[in-house]
């Protein structure tokens, strides 16, 4: 003879106006968490500024916009030379530290050796008509694509504000980053 | 050339390595209207998966089909909204 299951009285039954509401209630929750989930969002953080590390976040950023991704990219550190207008276009191939390059590091830490291994690099890029870091970075920003200059490592680095090219947002810190990494479906620190 | 289906759009990304050929695909399908259909030539060989992948995770578009030969790879996209 269980008491577990308390006798039903009359006031304990919810009316019929009531579970309408709440069902009302259920319904316009779920259609929230509904549109939230339609907007794909992807946070990477570009922290590297060698040729060969320019392209994975730029490769990613416009294929996730082709996807139809809400992205961001907040660059920091070397990351920033990708946005910087001069300097994106001398970015260069550490010959030093890669055991996949064709020459000994001995050789590789000779004065001069990381523009050679930069130049065979960007003969590669051209003979295989591989898209260069600035036709990716455009492509990316016609696409929609935001780009992050940290602030904080703008001025570490001895940068200005006006180097970086149009469409670059700058006086932005970590906090924005963590921000859009929370928002984020994806997020990558390259 | 399959003759099922109207082809509205040609978009020749031969030579270009990924990411361009679905970058451009998607760019290209953003100008057409619904029920539409695009032509992406490319030799790229890992386009085949890419334009494969990049359909079935983007709403509004179905791929239509992909052929191979001689080096080309043709993919027909259909705009569906």
């Known amino acids: 003879m269980s008491t577990d299951t308390p006798d039903a009285t009359a006031e304990d039954v919810p009316s019929r106006a009531e579970l309408a509401a709440r069902v009302e209630e259920l319904e316009q929750s779920l259609a929230e968490a509904t549109d939230e989930d339609d907007e794909k969002k992807m946070s990477i953080i570009a922290t590297k500024g060698t040729l060969d590390m320019a392209y994975p976040p730029l490769i990613l950023a416009s294929t996730a916009a082709a996807f139809g991704y809400d992205v961001t990219v907040f660059h920091t550190f070397w990351g920033l030379d990708i946005l910087h207008e001069e300097r994106s276009k001398n970015l260069k191939l550490s010959s030093v530290g890669n055991p996949n390059m064709p020459v000994p590091n001995a050789v590789a830490a000779i004065p001069g050796m990381d523009r050679v291994t930069t130049k065979m690099m960007e003969k590669k890029i051209a003979d295989n008509d591989t898209a260069t870091i600035e036709e990716l970075f455009e492509t990316s920003l016609d696409m929609g694509v935001e780009f992050q200059a940290c602030q904080m490592t703008i001025e570490l680095m001895g940068y200005d504000e006006d180097d970086f090219y149009d469409g670059v947002t700058t006086g932005v810190g970590a906090a924005t980053a963590l921000q859009d990494m929370a928002d984020a479906d994806i997020q990558l620190l390259v | ?81």
Do not use: F, N
Not at chain 2, 20 to 44: C, F, H, Q
Not at chain 2, 59 to 70: M, S, W
């Open chain 2, 1 to 81: 050339m399959s003759a099922e289906y109207d082809i509205t759009e040609q978009l020749d990304v031969k030579g270009a390595s990924c990411p361009m050929p679905v970058v451009k695909t998607k760019s290209a399908i953003d100008d057409l209207g619904k029920d539409e259909i695009l032509e992406v030539i490319a030799t790229d060989a890992g386009s085949m998966s890419d334009i494969d992948g990049w359909a079935s995770g983007t709403d509004g578009v179905e791929l239509v089909e992909q052929e191979e030969g001689d080096g080309v790879y043709r993919h027909y996209v259909r705009k569906t909204e």
